[in-house]
């Protein structure tokens, strides 16, 4: 499906911005002939406003009542042809009625492109491109959040994910009505499908008696204003010829003298599909509609870009897969779960190395997992974990489509993750499990790869050989970051006197030529907000530690909080610089954790070093009510960012600000100041406050346990928070 999705969207991509630009432009024209069109005063009948239409217009020859309401009626003046726009309570004229020559242009444009059938057929090929993005798009869509009663919960990502999925949310049923409208249009065109069912009978032959008063003819007065289409007048001095009336029911004609309804041909189902088919599309006659239909169409281009960058960034994060067997002839399949792209390269080695023994190996995402592989004897699993024991990116889906899984395969898992976190591949842990519940026979035991160390690869690879009976000799060395060299320009340290070292390191780009803007080789920051990630290389390593940013990149530095670590080779590297000495960086983009948009509370909870994106939440706050809740062991060793907390609450950036400190006297955490402001918290999350987390795993799990106590009693709880996007970690 997503296959699908990609060359619809990408073979497609300049013709549906096309289509979807020139049909927002077409949406307007019903609200501004809405707008501008006469306001109708009861409901008149046909002979009443004819009547008076007959008086104000001389030579008379149509009347026609537009989508929008608006009345034209077009007559004959001499040698001179008119259309006026009649009020249809008087039946004066208003005005001269002049189609937009913009809107023309954009309609035959939209239509055709000037193309004549063929301009028809491309227009067709459109409309079918976005039924497929739409159709596949929410297919997809489903699977990511996991479920239809998951399609509204935030979404997780990069900007670009996220933007992608909310905009496809909001116009997928507008896309979709507008491109199967629009591909029946074009089929009808061309006939392939009936636009109508029958034809029209031929006008009769009126009682070519002497014309009675228009007003009197029973026939038209029968019919309200509201109803009528079209109404062609007889030709003067033909006392045989008759009037012509087209309504939106059918078409019949009446006798000028009796004012009899000779004949009538309803709208036949077709007909009346078309004309359906036809407001559903344009929006003529519904300008609320329109409207609907012109916001779907405008984020199209928005879909179009977001989606392109995601593909682009998918394709350049994957590997090189040369002679990637399918799944249905494959003997070995590989799976990867993944949340930067990291795990691939060892996926791709490994994939490379069983090929050259023979073996025909199928490679893809965890999310890709199929019902079943026909020819597989082994399924290898290669996994990171995500954030507390959760599933990358690439695997979110992998336990829920393992439900169906039906073939019985041998198989191992391979782990990756760093042993400093408590949950050392978790996740891996929870998807070998599945897989022996399921019935399947494991290969090997559980193996962990410790910050993507090349020599556990090997010699995992060494054990799996052994078990394949083949020499299995696996090599991958992850490729080293690009990183950007940046110098340490403040260094303070607190909580000496409490065993806990915390450095804030405030770092700037060198310059080699100061003054001198960018556009002259002046050197910039990356661009990065609060929240972020920046990735430190410490000398002889090529494994980054991460740490959350303090600082955006519009302050002009680079801030971050590190706690010394024992044996923590990164932490000991950056406790020990002095201004002036230099780091190796790169920023990792973290938008799962920064604040929602709104004017909403925020709650912050954060302790220790995990302070420092919270601090940059609040210095960036202009809009809305912010709480701190802030842990520490001692005010006089470690209460980081005190004086900018202080003047952050005396300007109104931070609403209030509550501490815990667990090294004095009567001292506690900060889960206990939770609790104690249960009442608060369970009435600002009722106001629809969102909750974000920073610090240690231990204090993150007191913090759950505290918040689910406080939101108990209303029936609350945090994983109903987390599906809304109302509770965001970021523990370490």
């Avoid at 001179?80 to 004066?92: E, F, K, L, V």
């Avoid at 779960?337 to 025909?360: I, N, P, V």
């Avoid at 391979?414 to 842990?429: R, V």
């Avoid at 060395?477 to 607190?494: A, M, N």
């Amino acid at each position: 499906m997503r296959r699908l999705h990609a060359l619809a969207g990408l073979s497609g991509l300049a013709l549906v911005i096309f289509m979807a630009i020139t049909g927002f432009v077409l949406s307007l024209q019903p609200v501004l002939e809405t707008v501008t069109a006469a306001p109708g005063v009861g409901t008149p009948s046909v002979a009443a406003v004819a009547a008076r239409v007959t008086d104000a217009v001389p030579g008379a020859e149509r009347l026609v009542r537009l989508a929008s309401g608006e009345l034209v009626a077009y007559g004959r003046d001499g040698a001179t042809r008119t259309a006026d726009i009649i009020d249809p309570s008087s039946g004066s004229v208003i005005g001269a009625y002049a189609p937009s020559p913009v809107f023309s242009f954009i309609s035959e444009l939209h239509r055709s492109l000037f193309l004549g059938s063929a301009g028809h057929g491309i227009a067709g090929l459109g409309s079918l491109a976005i039924l497929i993005l739409s159709v596949s798009g929410i297919g997809l869509l489903v699977r990511k959040m996991g479920g239809w009663r998951q399609l509204l919960v935030a979404p997780r990502g990069t900007g670009a994910q996220r933007l992608h999925t909310n905009l496809a949310r909001a116009a997928v049923l507008a896309l979709f009505i507008t491109a199967s409208t629009g591909i029946y249009m074009s089929a009808a065109y061309f006939e392939l499908v009936p636009s109508s069912g029958s034809e029209f009978s031929f006008a009769p032959t009126g009682a070519d008696g002497a014309p009675a008063p228009i007003a009197s003819l029973s026939g038209l007065a029968g019919i309200s204003l509201n109803d009528l289409r079209e109404l062609v007048f007889p030709v003067a001095d033909d006392a045989s010829d008759v009037f012509t009336v087209t309504t939106s029911t059918g078409q019949g004609y009446v006798d000028q003298a009796t004012g009899a309804l000779i004949s009538y041909t309803p709208n036949s189902a077709w007909q009346q599909a078309y004309e359906l088919i036809y407001m559903l599309h344009t929006g003529q006659g519904a300008w609320i509609l329109a409207v609907l239909l012109g916001l779907g169409a405008l984020a199209a281009p928005a879909l179009a870009v977001t989606g392109s960058a995601i593909w682009w960034l998918r394709r350049r994060s994957m590997p090189r897969i040369a002679h990637n067997a399918s799944p249905r002839d494959a003997d070995t399949v590989i799976l990867v779960g993944s949340e930067s792209g990291s795990t691939w390269g060892f996926a791709a080695s490994l994939h490379e190395t069983l090929g050259a023994h023979g073996h025909r190996v199928h490679l893809a995402a965890m999310n890709d997992l199929r019902r079943a592989y026909p020819k597989a004897s082994r399924l290898l699993v290669l996994t990171a974990t995500y954030g507390d024991g959760a599933a990358p990116a690439s695997a979110r889906q992998f336990l829920t489509r393992l439900r169906s899984f039906g073939s019985r395969l041998d198989f191992a898992v391979l782990g990756f993750g760093d042993q400093s976190f408590p949950q050392f591949c978790g996740y891996a842990l929870e998807v070998e499990a599945a897989l022996a519940d399921r019935g399947l026979q494991p290969l090997l035991p559980l193996y962990g790869i410790v910050r993507q160390s090349s020599a556990d690869f090997a010699a995992w690879g060494s054990i799996l050989g052994e078990r394949l009976g083949i020499e299995l000799a696996l090599s991958h060395v992850p490729p080293r970051p690009r990183t950007q060299r940046l110098v340490l320009q403040e260094r303070t340290l607190y909580g000496v006197e409490v065993q806990a070292p915390v450095a804030m390191l405030r770092f700037a780009v060198p310059d080699r030529r100061p003054g001198l803007p960018r556009w002259l080789g002046g050197r910039t920051l990356p661009h990065f907000e609060a929240g972020d990630l920046v990735g430190i290389l410490p000398p002889g390593s090529d494994v980054p530690r991460y740490y959350s940013l303090a600082s955006s990149s519009r302050d002009g530095v680079l801030e971050i909080c590190v706690r010394k670590q024992a044996s923590g080779i990164c932490s000991e590297f950056l406790h020990a610089l002095a201004p002036g000495d230099a780091v190796e960086a790169f920023i990792r983009p973290n938008p799962v954790f920064r604040p929602n948009r709104t004017r909403r509370p925020l709650i912050l909870i954060g302790a220790g070093a995990g302070v420092a994106p919270l601090a940059g939440f609040v210095r960036n706050n202009r809009h809305r009510p912010v709480h701190l809740f802030f842990g520490a062991r001692d005010p006089g060793s470690d209460f980081l960012y005190r004086d900018e907390m202080r003047d952050a609450l005396a300007d109104g950036r931070l609403a209030s600000l509550t501490t815990a400190f667990s090294r004095v006297l009567g001292g506690g955490y900060v889960q206990d100041r939770l609790l104690d402001e249960g009442a608060a918290i369970q009435e600002l999350v009722a106001r629809g406050a969102q909750i974000m987390v920073c610090g240690g795993r231990e204090m993150a799990s007191g913090v759950r346990e505290a918040i689910d106590a406080c939101l108990a009693p209303a029936g609350l709880s945090v994983d109903g928070l987390k599906r809304k996007g109302l509770y965001l970690e970021d523990a370490y």
